[in-house]
T-cell receptor
Framework: AQSVTQLGSHVSVSEGALVLLRCNYS??????LFWYVQYPNQGLQLLLK??????LVKGINGFEAEFKKSETSFHLTKPSAHMSDAAEYFC????????????FGSGTQLTVLP | ETGVTQSPTHLIKTRGQQVTLRCSSQ?????VSWYQQALGQGPQFIFQ???????GRGNFPPRFSGLQFPNYSSELNVNALELDDSALYLC????????????????FGPGTRLTVL
C-alpha cells in the first residue's frame, strides 16, 4: 500500500521568498512521484514528476523537487515566490505497475503575501 | 491540441437519483482514470479504464461504475446518490507507452462539480 503525507495544510510566504512544500511518501516498491497544482475551481495541472534515476527534477514555473530515498521525501521548492503561485499543491505517488493509480496527499494551500 | 474535457461542469441531484458524468480524453490517449475530490481533500482514485476494460479500482462501492468507448472517451455512472457523493469528479487521461500500455503521467480535466441535496 502507498500513502503520501503533506506536512502543513497551509503555508504562507512573502513574495520573493523561498517556497518549500513538504511531501513524504510510503511505498513498498520504488515509486513514481508527482506534484500537481490546483487553482480555484479548476482541475489539476502537472508541475513535475520523478520516474527515473535523476533525483533532482525541474518542472514548470520555476519549481523543482528532489527525491531523497533515505528520507522518503519529495519536497517541492521554488527560490522566489510570485503572487501567481498562490494555489493548492498536491503530492502524489503511484506504483510502477499496470494500473498506475495515483494516491494523493491532502494538499497544501500556498498563500503569497505582498 | 485539445486537452481533457468534462461535462457537465456543474450538476445538482437529489438523494437516490442516478448521474452520468462524461469525459473526453486528450487526443491519442488510451487510458482514462476517474477521481473523486471532496471539499478540502486530495483526489481519491475511483477506477481506471484501458482499452475499454476496467484496469484497477479504488475503494468505492459497486454503485460507482464506468465505461470507456472505442474513441477512448469515458463515462462515470453513480447510482443511488448519497449526500457524501457531493464532490468534484476529475477525469484524467494518459498517453500510450512505447512498449504498449500507458505512460505514468496523467493529465486532468477541469472536473464536474456534483452537489447532492
Amino acid at each position: 500500500a502507498q500513502s503520501v503525507t503533506q506536512l502543513g495544510s497551509h503555508v504562507s510566504v512573502s513574495e520573493g521568498a523561498l517556497v518549500l512544500l513538504r511531501c513524504n511518501y510510503s511505498s513498498s516498491v520504488p515509486p513514481y512521484l508527482f506534484w500537481y497544482v490546483q487553482y480555484p475551481n479548476q482541475g489539476l495541472q502537472l508541475l513535475l514528476k520523478y520516474t527515473s534515476a535523476a533525483t533532482l527534477v525541474k518542472g514548470i514555473n520555476g519549481f523543482e523537487a528532489e527525491f531523497k530515498k533515505s528520507e522518503t521525501s519529495f519536497h517541492l521548492t521554488k527560490p522566489s515566490a510570485h503572487m501567481s503561485d498562490a494555489a493548492e499543491y498536491f503530492c502524489a505517488v503511484s506504483a510502477r505497475g499496470s494500473a498506475r493509480q495515483l494516491t494523493f496527499g491532502s494538499g497544501t494551500q500556498l498563500t503569497v503575501l505582498p | 491540441e485539445t486537452g481533457v474535457t468534462q461535462s457537465p461542469t456543474h450538476l445538482i441531484k437529489t438523494r437516490g437519483q442516478q448521474v452520468t458524468l462524461r469525459c473526453s480524453s486528450q487526443s491519442g490517449h488510451n487510458t482514462v482514470s476517474w477521481y473523486q475530490q471532496a471539499l478540502g481533500q486530495g483526489p481519491q482514485f475511483i477506477f481506471q479504464y484501458y482499452r475499454e476494460e476496467e484496469n484497477g479500482r479504488g475503494n468505492f462501492p459497486p454503485r460507482f461504475s464506468g465505461l470507456q468507448f472505442p474513441n477512448y472517451s469515458s463515462e462515470l455512472n453513480v447510482n443511488a446518490l448519497e449526500l457524501d457523493d457531493s464532490a468534484l469528479y476529475l477525469c484524467a487521461s494518459s498517453p500510450p507507452g512505447l512498449a504498449g500500455g500507458s505512460t505514468d503521467t496523467q493529465y486532468f480535466g477541469p472536473g464536474t462539480r456534483l452537489t447532492v441535496l
